[in-house]
């Protein structure tokens, strides 16, 4: 009986501990950032992605380009992945009305989401010495800015991403259902909108 009472009281401890530890957070973080004037600062609408790509017996060859908030290019990404259906997950991470969007993972029908590509740290830029998400970059953007979004993408990364916002998921875009209608030669756009949220997919 004592030996039950003993692992209440140390899981009690740790959802308290862990508690505590998700308040002490988010003081810090709201310490450190205006988040209301960094919000402000998201356009409507970017374009993180444009992809072409093409199929051939069961293997997809895929071009991704990154690119920040002014539209500039800013990393690609070029690889390939056994499937008929191809999938982009992205974080989005809703905050105060606000939807932020992180092009993850891609992977297939195939090959399941554990076994895919990470494709976050291809649009990872040094902006003195500071490892931030180029696809938020922007001529505009002060101090304020890069640390609010630094601390979501390092909330990310470690997998803590819930001591942050509780309003968060994985959405995974299937660029089409029958890709064999896939044109090579098109360039497929992911438009994220900051404001509505979602995403959508514009050939060009």
Known sequence: MKKYIWLIAILLLLIV????????????????????????LLTEEFTPIKMKLSLSDEQINFQLKFYDQQNNNIAAYNDSITGNR????????KIEGKNLFFPYLVYSDIVPPSMGKKIYESYEKNFDGILFPGIYSSDNMDDNFMNFILQVWK???SGNIDFFSTQY?????????DIDRIDPNSVYSFICHTEKGGIEIVQQ
Do not use: C, M, P, W
């Open 17 to 40: 501990a862990g508690f505590i530890l998700k308040l002490t957070y988010n003081f810090v973080i709201q310490s450190r950032v205006n988040i209301e004037k960094a919000l402000a």
């Open 86 to 93: 191809l999938f982009v997950d992205f974080y989005i991470v």
């Open 155 to 157: 909330a990310i990364k």
């Open 169 to 177: 998921h994985g959405n995974a875009v299937h660029l089409l259902n």
